[in-house]
């Protein structure tokens, strides 16, 4: 499984955009990149996933480098519902996820 | 978190007793995951069922755990003679069946075992 690096931490203010960098220089051709996020102690909840284009939905947009060896995950209005913990995922064929450390994002009013 | 149903929500046992944890996964899905989570630290995958078939049991302790996801019902994950080291928070992932690595997984909301 290719391993993902991610800052252990980051603060954004109410309402700016949040960018979560993350890099995964050993990715394959076929792995794709998944962003999931810990509230609390709830269960991760899906925010968003891509091959190697950009992606966008209701929650977010991911940005992938071309190389694909990094991606950055913005929210574009951060909310202080989104303080969380952040992972980014590489996902091959078997369709595990296997969680890092991720990164907290505190945002703040 | 899209229809993932675990309970109970909490369980307490004391040592030596046995601990079963349900996850009745998204109607349609046929992958379920189980992941382990000690208090202060990240997600580890204990292991990947399809309906009645064991997958990936690669991050399961080799001893005192099973897990199961019989064709009718929900999925257990049972836990043998716990002892203090199995308090944790066990969340269950279910996906649906034309898996691929396109397709995302949704989590329940855990089931948080204290062993007394």
């Known amino acids: 499984d290719a391993k993902t690096t991610q800052p252990p931490s980051m603060d954004c203010a109410e309402g700016r955009a949040a960018n979560l960098p993350c890099n995964h220089s050993?990715?394959?051709?076929?792995?794709?990149v998944y962003w999931y996020r810990q509230i609390h102690s709830q269960g991760p909840q899906y925010i968003i996933h891509?091959?190697?284009n950009n992606e966008t939905n209701e929650m977010a947009s991911l940005i992938i480098t071309e190389d694909r060896k990094s991606s950055t995950l913005i929210l574009p209005h951060a909310t202080l519902r989104d303080t969380a913990v952040y992972y980014c995922?590489?996902?091959?064929?078997?369709?595990?996820?296997?969680f890092g450390q991720g990164t907290t994002l505190q945002v703040k009013p | 978190n899209a229809g993932v149903m675990q309970n109970p929500r909490h369980l307490v046992r004391r040592r030596g007793q046995e601990a079963r944890l349900r996850c009745s996964p998204v109607?349609?899905?046929?992958?379920v995951y189980w992941y382990r989570q000690l208090p202060e630290e990240g997600l580890k995958f204990m292991v990947y069922?399809?309906?009645?078939?064991?997958?990936?049991e690669s991050g399961m302790p080799k001893e005192r755990f099973s897990a199961e996801f019989p064709k009718e019902g929900p999925s257990i994950l049972r836990i043998q003679q716990v002892v203090r080291g199995d308090s944790a928070a066990y969340f269950c992932?279910?996906?649906?069946?034309?898996?691929?690595?396109?397709?995302?997984?949704?989590f329940g909301q855990g089931t948080r075992l204290t062993v007394v």
């Open positions: 992932a279910s996906s649906p069946p034309s898996r691929t690595v396109n397709t995302e997984a949704f």
């Open positions: 995922i590489v996902m091959n064929y078997t369709g595990k996820l296997i």
């Open positions: 891509g091959l190697k």
């Open positions: 109607k349609g899905h046929s992958h």
């Open positions: 069922l399809q309906k009645e078939n064991i997958i990936d």
């Open positions: 050993t990715i394959s051709g076929n792995e794709y």
